[in-house]
């Protein structure tokens, strides 16, 4: 059962790994199954030829260790974006928990929670400014989809266009999100369409 248990986790690791990483595998594979066959032709010779049935042996052996190596890779791959996905999913909760702005009072504040991970400070303080910067992303697309909708209550306008550049001129410290706001405008107006027909 334990064999199995390898195997299933092995095909699960396989399935989750990249494209170069699964084609890696195969070559090793081929030349197997074709070392494989020439072995058992050589070998079923009246008198075979030791020479070919040593370097086949040979070959044998070393198709064999590549693919230990390229399923010890496939395993070290899958396990580290296992880690990277469960680190990324702990800190943005605990980010989000935290009322701490500074990224190395956070980063600090973690490790003391999770010790475990105190190896991967700087993978836990790089990932921690990543999850901070999208949260503030997400509240300044947040404000600006409040502002918009108001906006666009109170002046009636119908042009995405006219509006974008009347927001944008209303509220300067969004211009560098000119792009945020004209996707946003673009919903809020397409649900207003929606909502007049029903």
């Not at 086949?56 to 396990?79: A, G, K, N, Q, W």
């Amino acid at each position: 059962m334990p064999r199995s248990g390898r195997l299933q986790n092995f095909i699960k690791e396989y399935r989750g790994s990249d494209r170069t990483r699964k084609l890696s595998f195969l070559p090793p594979i081929f030349i197997l199954i074709v070392e494989l066959i020439l072995l058992i032709h050589a070998l079923s010779l009246n008198h075979p030829n030791m020479i070919v049935v040593e370097l086949t042996t040979i070959l044998l052996v070393i198709s064999i260790i590549e693919m230990i190596f390229v399923s010890r890779e496939i395993h070290e791959h899958y396990t580290k974006s296992n880690f990277d996905k469960l680190l990324t999913i702990k800190l943005d909760d605990f980010v989000t928990k935290s009322k701490e702005k500074n990224v190395k009072k956070i980063v600090s504040e973690f490790l003391e929670k999770y010790p475990k991970y105190s190896a991967n400070r700087s993978e836990i303080y790089h990932t921690t400014c990543q999850i901070m910067q999208t949260h503030e992303e997400e509240k300044i697309e947040e404000d600006i989809e409040e502002k918009l909708k108001k906006y666009i209550k109170l002046n009636k306008k119908e042009n995405v266009d006219d509006i974008v550049e009347e927001f944008v001129k209303k509220y300067t410290k969004y211009k560098k999100y000119r792009a945020e706001v004209y996707e946003i405008t673009c919903h809020i107006k397409a649900d207003e369409k929606i909502n007049n027909i029903k």
